[in-house]
């Protein structure tokens, strides 16, 4: 059975995973590299621990939720990394997105030592963490999943495993261009709709009512006819999801049109100094272009 859950990385959406998990009766050992990240979660009933590696040593198991590759490699396979301070029951769980051939080089890494590396990203954003709504899309072993399914249950109500080690971040890459032409789309038609002198919450109203309700105009909608710049899912972490897509589709030489225009206008907002705003925030590349 697992008891004691490690945990690292407690950010926009770590934080309130590891609440959750707490609640669910679990015993979490938290670390993240702000000392107030983790005192909050400490508020929460959480254990502190000072380093990556004494999260391993007393955890049956551990979790991740780190912003990029880099980040995932350097606890897992660095010098005081997770490899050497394996979980009792030898499984890690890395729920951050990150690029699918990076999952497959740490997991075979892992499996010459006997640990299972799971790559299990989310979708849902901080409210579908908040309320363990989560959607998570597992890639790995099938025999690890089945093990650890009762503690994704306490984070989430869509829970797949959707193929070998590195398919769960493949399939997190689809969702996030979907995510972002999405976003795209809803900009567009708040631009023109703004120009024409249309009531945007009316013109949300009516789209959600019809077949061009989404998830983004429901959930991002208010706050982009409110003009709400705030993160949320910023716009560098969406770059750094549309750059895994990019670099996904380049391999299989499969082109992504509508892709690489909103990556452009991303790039845009970042180049305007926007890269921490919300990723609804594309508005303001569209403001920028129609001088609205
Ligand atoms: P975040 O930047 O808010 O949180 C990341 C946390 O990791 C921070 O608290 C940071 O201090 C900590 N951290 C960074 N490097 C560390 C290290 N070496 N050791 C310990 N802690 C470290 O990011 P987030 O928004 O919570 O996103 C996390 C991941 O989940 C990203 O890959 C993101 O793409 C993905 N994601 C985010 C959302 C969202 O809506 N925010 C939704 C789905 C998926």
């Not at 631009?191 to 959930?219: C, E, F, I, T, Y």
Request: aromatic share 4%.
């Amino acid at each position: 059975d697992i008891h004691k859950i490690g945990f690292i990385g407690l950010g926009t959406m770590g934080q309130h995973m590891a609440a959750n998990l707490c609640r669910a009766g679990f015993d979490l050992i938290v670390y993240d590299v702000r000392t107030e990240a983790v005192q909050a979660a400490v508020r929460q009933g959480a254990r502190a621990a000072d380093s990556v590696g004494a999260v391993g040593r007393q955890s049956d198991i551990v979790i991740s939720m780190l912003p990029n590759t880099p980040d995932v490699e350097s606890i897992v396979l660095g010098e005081r990394g997770l490899a050497h301070n394996p979980p009792a029951q030898r499984v890690i769980i890395d729920m951050s997105t990150i690029s699918p051939a990076a999952v497959r080089t740490v997991a075979s890494a892992l499996a010459a030592q006997d640990i299972d590396f799971l790559d299990a990203p989310v979708s849902g954003g901080p409210v579908g963490a908040e309320n363990a709504a989560l959607t998570i899309m597992v890639g790995g072993a099938r025999d690890a999943f089945d093990r650890i399914l009762t503690v994704l249950r306490a984070l989430g109500t869509t829970i797949t495993h959707v193929g070998e080690s590195g398919a769960g971040q493949t399939l997190k890459l689809c969702n996030q261009l979907v995510c972002g032409i999405n976003i795209q789309a809803i900009c567009e038609a708040f631009a023109l709709a703004r120009a024409s002198g249309l009531d945007l919450n009316v013109l949300r109203d009516v789209l959600m009512g019809g077949s061009a309700g989404s998830w983004m105009l429901d959930k991002l909608g208010p706050g982009m006819i409110a003009r709400d710049t705030r993160a949320g899912f910023r716009i560098d972490l969406m770059l750094k999801d549309l750059k895994l897509v990019q670099e996904l589709a380049f391999g299989l030489s499969v082109p992504l049109p509508a892709t690489s225009l909103v990556t452009s206008q991303y790039l845009d907002a970042r180049g305007h100094g926007e890269g921490g705003n919300g990723n609804q925030a594309l508005f303001t590349v569209y403001d920028r272009m129609a001088n609205q």
